[in-house]
């Protein structure tokens, strides 16, 4: 989940590598550093905390080098502090590393280098064992590239590696299991990285690294190599994104950004993939009737917010294709010996596409003869590469650690997939699919409209800032969406939030209800609405303090609530697509009163690439 620059060519290499690392700050926080090769002699500087600290301790140093790799942690082995901030260096000053992931057979590898090399190392880390054990092998090898060969031999794991040594400096050597890693593709020079963001404003052609490969970088070539060391082609990547997509335009925060563009993401999402008859066209992804009449079941498989979205999913493709879905935490999926078999169809959620436990789910299923179609923001990621299909969101890059406009565009993926399996299957009729289509349509202009209510969401969060615990309660899809706003606040705001089916409160919960408890009742879906006013009153009649979301026209509910929030009318299956919204805007700004850092909450990142 750490963020990892480098760079080899005609210009300063440390001016590069601090841009991209601001770029990648999402991606870990908890220190930074640098090294470089200047005047024959390798350098490292780091420090502990954001990288506006690492600047300061560089001060006016230009730390000229044409060579150089850059860190931003997010800590898994040992707390953050200077001593465990990357780069991390050989004992004997030749070797610099930068690793992304987790090396699981370190202790081993650790009580080895100091028993056989008298090697005394200064971290807490699994990284510096990288470090060293490269520098060990170096000192007979005399070769970056054979070094990094035969370290990798030695290690278990999920990592992304880039190497420099102080005798080399013409050269960065890299290497790729299970965790991101991209090359820069420049004229005179090279680079690379975590994640695109890092280099768009430098090169929009790359490289994206598959598993088990390892790349030599000079400033005029770059060569990569299969798991065997044989030289291998790869055709390069091309960037459309504009750099100006990953920068605020005046927005304080991210976040905040990100949320206001979810009408152009809804609308990006459906209407680029509409024919002219309105026909759904999933871009290349071929799911005929007899495909489709041959799934027996479909598996939902993500983490997080995306497995929110899949919760959202459940619901619209058995109403309407009509096959029983499983929505599974992707981290439990494949230690269960799941029911997988060629009938299966395994739908994969990931905004990176680089999430460590759902890649490893997908695989399981892979192997077990499923067929995998993933929604993915972020193509050419490593989950969209091993799909057999891909349906990928039109949500631009989404840098704030807490998603949202990532989450509404799942949720349209999951309405045009139903659609279009449904109209397929035959279990809709071209009458139905024709108006759910129009509502969907609806859906950005709408939005756009609620999001004028900004401020009033605002002025509540500045009433209700400083409870300690919430509750966020629903029935049928507006429970899902409570799952996910629960989520929104306790990542920026660091409230105690638990969402709960509003008929489960009496069965435990309620007894968590005392005067003043603030609940947030989501009562959207118009079939279940006398329901969920009977619910709220149960919990008024306990003293609780509750903030309602309804549908335009529902006014009986204002009557048990202390505080009321409207949401343009609409169909009940797609509430969602709005209904979140609020809820993401509460969290926001509770977070803001606060005085959270809400687009970098404290021990999160924003790709999560370990297990």
């Known amino acids: 989940m750490c963020g990892i620059v480098g760079y080899i060519g005609k210009d300063n290499a440390k001016d590069i590598i601090i841009d991209g690392l601001k770029k990648l700050e999402y991606r870990g926080y908890d220190s930074a550093g640098i090294a470089i090769v200047r005047d024959g002699k390798l350098e490292i500087k780091k420090h502990v905390g954001g990288i506006a600290n690492l600047e300061n301790l560089i001060g006016d140093d230009p730390m000229t080098s044409h060579i150089g790799i850059g860190h931003t942690r997010w800590a898994t082995h040992g707390a953050p502090s200077d001593l465990n901030a990357h780069p991390h260096g050989s004992q004997d000053g030749k070797i610099a590393i930068i690793h992304n992931g987790i090396i699981e057979n370190y202790h081993e590898l650790k009580e080895e280098l100091i028993r056989e090399h008298n090697i005394k190392f200064k971290s807490e880390t699994d990284s510096e064992v990288i470090a060293q054990l490269i520098g060990v092998i170096y000192q007979e090898k005399k070769d970056l590239l054979e070094s ?82 044989e030289e291998i082609n790869r055709e390069v990547f091309h960037v459309t994104w504009d750099a100006d997509a990953a920068e605020k335009e005046g927005y304080e925060h991210f976040m905040l950004k990100e949320i206001y563009e979810q009408p152009k993401g809804l609308s990006e999402t459906l209407n680029r993939r509409l024919d002219e008859n309105g026909k759904i066209n999933l871009e290349g992804i071929t799911l005929t009737k007899a495909e489709i009449e041959k799934f027996s079941k479909i598996y939902i498989v ?130 139905y699919y024709d108006q759910f289509i129009r509502d969907l349509q609806k859906m950005p202009e709408k939005l756009e409209e609620f999001l004028k209510k900004a401020s009033q969401i605002e002025d509540e969060a500045k009433q209700l800032y400083n409870r300690e615990q919430v509750f966020f309660i629903g029935r049928g899809l507006d429970s899902a969406v409570s799952y996910e706003g629960s989520l929104k606040l306790k990542e920026i705001s660091y409230i105690n939030s638990f969402a709960i089916a509003a008929g489960e409160l009496k069965h435990g919960t309620i007894a968590l209800m005392e005067p003043g408890t603030l609940v947030i009742a989501l009562a959207c879906q118009d079939f279940l609405y006398e329901k969920m006013v009977s619910n709220i009153q149960e919990i008024k009649a306990r003293g609780a303090y509750v903030m309602a979301i309804a549908k335009d026209g529902n006014e009986s509910i204002a009557k048990h609530s202390d505080k009321m929030i409207y949401i343009p009318e609409c169909r009940d299956e797609i509430t969602p697509l709005i209904s979140v919204v609020p809820l993401q805007l509460f969290a926001y700004y509770v977070a803001k009163e606060r005085g959270c850092n809400i687009d970098k909450p404290k021990n999160l990142a924003k790709s999560v690439t370990v297990e």
């Open 148 to 229: 990094v060969f035969a370290a990798v031999d030695r290690m278990r794991g999920a990592y992304a590696i880039v190497a420099i040594a102080e005798d080399e400096p013409d050269k960065i050597v890299a290497v790729r299991k299970d965790a991101p890693l991209i090359v820069g593709l420049g004229k005179g020079s090279n680079f690379v990285a975590s994640d695109i963001p890092a280099l768009l404003k430098y090169v929009k052609e790359i490289y994206l690294i598959e598993n088990n490969e390892t790349v030599l970088l000079t400033s005029e070539k770059v060569t990569i190599f299969d798991e065997n060391r």
């Open 302 to 431: 993500a983490c997080g917010t995306a497995y929110h979205a899949g919760l959202v999913g459940k619901y619209i493709i058995e109403k309407l294709v009509r096959v029983p879905v499983e929505v599974d935490v992707a981290s439990e999926f494949r230690y269960r010996d799941p029911l997988v078999d060629e009938n299966t169809l395994f739908i994969a959620i990931s905004q990176s596409g680089e999430t460590l436990d759902t890649l490893a789910a997908l695989r399981e299923a892979k192997s077990k003869g499923a067929r995998v179609l993933s929604v993915v923001n972020v193509v050419g990621s490593s989950v969209a590469r091993e799909s057999d299909d891909v349906f990928y969101t039109w949500a631009g890059p989404e840098i704030a650690v807490a998603s949202t406009k990532a989450y509404t565009t799942q949720l349209m993926c999951m309405y045009m997939l139903a659609l279009y399996m449904g109209l397929e299957k035959g279990t809709i009729d071209r009458d």
